[in-house]
């Protein structure tokens, strides 16, 4: 397993960083599914799913959770949990959903990933959730 960079730093994500995370994940998710879906998918994907709204949106819901990772002050990749309502294939205990991980193409392979998914655990543990399920 690869580690992470030491200088790698994992914050709680606030609203004063909507369009750092608009950014950063229209930037990781072109980077992740532009070569499989048409320019005009794309378009009204990132639209609709990266826009300074939407994100200001998810960030004022107090049951979501952002966290940014950071490379000596750069945005590497970020992650979102959140609580709500669960499909029924779900079937752990005191589920939580992890809505997404996206990690920029330069940091792939190197620990920003695996970090993310850690301090996502962990939040999720510390607030008394035992399950954590996938949503795509």
Not at 23 to 29: E, S, V, W, Y
Not at 72 to 101: D, F
Request: charge should be negative; hydrophobic fraction near 45%; glycine fraction near 8%.
């Amino acid at each position: 397993m690869t580690r992470p960079d030491p200088a790698l730093n994992i914050r709680r994500a606030s609203i004063e960083d909507a369009k750092l995370l608009a950014d950063l994940g229209a930037q990781t998710f072109a980077e992740t599914f532009a070569p499989e879906n048409t320019p005009e998918d794309m378009a009204a994907y990132m639209a609709a799913s990266f826009s300074l709204e939407r994100l200001t949106g998810e960030l004022n819901d107090p049951f979501s959770i952002f966290f940014i990772a950071e490379v000596e002050g750069r945005a590497a990749g970020y992650a979102k949990i959140h609580p709500g309502e669960t499909p029924a294939s779900v079937e752990g205990q005191q589920p939580i959903e992890l809505v997404r991980l996206y990690v920029a193409q330069a940091w792939l392979g190197r620990g920003v990933g695996p970090a993310l998914m850690r301090r996502c655990l962990d939040e999720a543990r510390a607030k008394g959730f035992q399950t954590i399920w996938l949503g795509v």
